[in-house]
């Protein structure tokens, strides 16, 4: 298992930008990874929020489509979402995802960070 450490979270009024952070410890990961961010609201199942890969493709769910942003820096094991225009239903705890396939198949997950959009 590898660490991912997220940071970024908080409390931020309805309309307001956040920038999360997950950085993976101790391990460099470098083809075929899929990194992304997942969130889980009090009450509900935990949902997609984006993924990018190595290529570069990024991926989003329709609720934060121009709103969010994903992207990664390889080289520092880190993925990144940038949240703007935060509404009150973006509340939840968010939790970042390193993943791969075969052959060399891994899932690792974040410990989360709680975001809390509120006036």
């Known amino acids: 298992q590898v660490p991912l450490v997220e940071s970024g979270g908080g409390l931020v009024q309805p309309g307001g930008s956040l920038r999360l952070s997950c950085v993976a410890s101790g391990t460099i990961f470098r083809i075929n990874v899929v990194m992304g961010w997942y969130r889980q609201a009090p009450g509900k199942q935990r949902e997609l929020v984006a993924t990018?890969?190595?290529?570069?493709?990024?991926n989003y769910a329709d609720s934060v489509k121009g709103r969010f942003t994903v992207s990664r820096h390889n080289a520092k094991n880190t993925v990144y979402l940038q949240m703007n225009s935060l509404k009150p239903e973006d509340t939840a705890v968010y939790y970042c995802?390193?993943?791969?396939?075969?052959?060399?198949?891994?899932?690792?997950w974040g410990q989360g960070t709680q975001v809390t959009v509120s006036s």
């Open positions: 990018i890969t190595s290529g570069g493709n990024e």
């Open positions: 995802n390193f993943r791969r396939g075969p052959p060399s198949p891994f899932d690792y």
